[in-house]
């Protein structure tokens, strides 16, 4: 038969195909919360100006918060010829409250109810990931002031550069994390004005206070152009390129944890929890959390993509089209919280191998600008000749087989006679991380300094 919501201007019912294509209650059932929070704010609000009677009001109060119950207990039968949960909950409070469940739409639309849900729907997921972002900083900062004083070799080109504290290679992820959430919050505050009132397209004659509902759903303020309100789904496309940065920035992590506990390098020791075995090969653990961590970008980027397609070029205002804007969203935020969960828990859990990560420090020539900065401070060589020194240098302890600091006096001076034995002192792994005292250097006494100022800070959210 024909739609129970429109059913006055049809004949006949969608084709079955019409309903499955048209349905979204398979996806959208997620955001009933969200609904019935809205539909309880409008309602109060219609009361308020005179709108719906307060036994109205009553009764759909009631209605929405058994209904509410009847969702969360598992028993209310969602109805795809209902299309979506908007449709589903108000069917649902008609045939329970009767002629008040038919009043609750006045003044408003699925347009800017849809609007509206997705906002808050978003804003709640901005907030959980907010939370786990900050979780996985607190982590990192723990670890960090854990082995704050702890060499590794740092790397560019992922070549032995200068030896660097774990510490500080961990707070670098810090210091990214922070910005993922300060983007988080830049979006939460653009996405928080409500198009709840904005009707169809065109805003409705009914003498509705937008304010109030604004300022019942937490939001800050009423949206101010009712055709941008209900075809806007800026919120959705800047969660989602927050969240594939954050990803992005998880997935180089990820990359790392896999290199320092492959056999080869050996830095670190992934707990048994997030680790796996392999089926044929006994010895194996498998670093697949990470390995998932680093691959989600694909994933999230992927739904951050797709919504910007279906976005380009669409007409003012609503359109079908944008009924696809969710399963990206809650996709993506899925894939966010489980992989900030894993990342967390790995390092929570992971062991340093710190001789591991001591000897590779110190190998691959890592305190050669050590030298020619030595050089420079001591003998006044100007840097592009201290430079090419401490190059004829290396290469004689390469052609040697030995590393710098095994370099005699009588090899350093047939290169440079100014050098004197002073310059053993700047030539050892602890020498050269502890002069890099500069601010964002790598000395341990600065990551430590950072670590704890990062606790404290993340203490108070
Ligand atoms: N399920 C729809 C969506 O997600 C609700 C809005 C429907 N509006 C309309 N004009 N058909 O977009």
Excluded at 50 to 70: C, M, V
Excluded at 206 to 223: C, H, K, N, S, V
Excluded at 263 to 289: C, E, V
Aim: with cysteine; glycine share 6%.
């Amino acid at each position: 038969g024909a739609n129970v919501q429109w059913g006055g201007r049809f004949a006949d019912g969608p084709s079955a195909i019409m309903r499955e294509i048209n349905a979204s209650i398979g996806f959208d059932k997620v955001m009933w919360r969200q609904d019935i929070a809205g539909s309880l704010a409008h309602a109060a609000m219609l009361k308020k100006v005179g709108i719906i009677s307060e036994e109205d009001e009553a009764a759909i109060r009631k209605g929405l918060s058994e209904i509410g119950a009847e969702i969360e207990a598992g028993t209310f039968v969602f109805d795809e010829a209902l299309e979506d949960i908007h449709m589903n909950i108000e069917a649902r409070l008609s045939e329970r409250i009767g002629e008040a469940g038919k009043r609750l739409h006045t003044a408003r639309s699925r347009n800017d109810q849809v609007a509206t849900d997705f906002r808050l729907w978003t804003r709640d997921a901005i907030d959980d990931i907010a939370k786990q972002v900050r979780t996985l900083m607190r982590s990192l900062a723990e670890r960090a002031l854990e082995y704050a004083d702890t060499a590794i070799p740092g790397f560019t080109h992922l070549q032995t550069a200068q030896p660097v504290t774990f510490g500080h290679h961990l707070l670098a992820y810090v210091e990214m994390l922070s910005r993922d959430l300060g983007r988080l919050m830049d979006a939460r505050k653009r996405l928080n004005e409500c198009p709840l009132g904005s009707a169809a397209l065109a805003g409705t004659s009914f003498p509705i206070d937008r304010d109030m509902t604004a300022q019942t759903l937490g939001f800050d303020r009423p949206t101010s152009n009712s055709l941008d309100a209900v075809s806007d789904r800026d919120f959705a496309l800047e969660y989602l390129s927050v969240l594939s940065i954050m990803a992005m920035h998880l997935s180089r992590f990820a990359e790392e944890i896999v290199i320092w506990c492959s056999a080869p390098f050996s830095f670190i020791r992934l707990s048994d929890a997030f680790t796996t075995g392999s089926s044929i090969m006994p010895q194996k653990r498998n670093p697949d959390a990470a390995e998932l961590a680093r691959a989600k970008v694909g994933r999230v980027l992927g739904c951050m993509v797709g919504l910007l397609t279906v976005m380009k070029g669409l007409p003012l205002a609503y359109a079908k089209d944008m009924q696809e804007d969710k399963v990206p969203v809650f996709e993506a935020t899925e894939a966010m919280a489980l992989t900030l969960a894993a990342c967390d828990g790995m390092v929570r859990d992971l062991q340093a191998n710190t001789e591991q990560m001591r000897r590779y420090a110190g190998s691959g020539f890592s305190t050669a600008t050590d030298l020619a900065d030595w050089l420079v401070r001591v003998l006044k060589v100007p840097f592009r000749t201290a430079h090419h020194v401490t190059g004829r240098l290396v290469a004689m302890a390469e052609a040697k087989g030995v590393d710098l600091p095994d370099l005699s006096l009588e090899d350093m001076q047939s290169v440079e006679p100014g050098i004197t034995p002073d310059i053993y002192s700047v030539l050892t792994v602890e020498a050269s991380i502890a002069s890099r005292t500069s601010k964002g250097g790598t000395a341990g006494t600065n990551v430590k300094r950072e670590a704890e100022a990062w606790l404290a800070r993340l203490k108070k959210n």
